[in-house]
Nanobody, 123 residues
Framework: QVQLVESGGGLVQPGGSLRLSCAAS????????MGWFRQAPGKEREFVAG????????YYGDSVKGRFTISRDNAKNTVYLQMNSLKPEDTADYYC????????????????WGQGTQVTVSS
């Protein structure tokens, strides 16, 4: 059974930082591109970041470039999203996704999804 379990969300003040984690099980993690998406209330789902299997090739949505960093640890079957300089508009539910043999780009087919973790940026 495939599971993607996100953690690390919470309430943070504007300008603060959070690190999200997504632990994968039931898949051969090293063959999967991984990604993060978010969805705010009343808005469409938005691509945040993606990382190729090698961990070096990364992609970011325009709204988070320079502030967020995606990384992966294939030994721990985990992908991370370091979020710095958070803004109120970053408030959303954040979802982890996985695509086997994929590139990690927004248009990937994304085979599996996690249940999400909530991030609220507010003073």
């Amino acid at each position: 059974q495939v599971q993607l379990v996100e953690s690390g969300g919470g309430l943070v003040q504007p300008g603060g930082s959070l690190r999200l984690s997504c632990a994968a099980s039931g898949i051969r993690f090293s063959t999967y591109a991984m990604g993060w998406f978010r969805q705010a209330p009343g808005k469409e789902r938005e691509f945040v970041a993606g990382v190729y299997v090698d961990g070096r090739t990364t992609y970011y949505g325009d709204s988070v470039k320079g502030r967020f960093t995606i990384s992966r640890d294939n030994a721990k079957n985990t992908v991370y999203l370091q979020m710095n300089s958070l803004k109120p508009e970053d408030t959303a539910d954040y979802y982890c996704a996985a695509e086997q043999y994929g590139q990690g780009v927004p248009t990937s087919r994304w085979d599996y999804w996690g249940q999400g973790t909530q991030v609220t940026v507010s003073s």
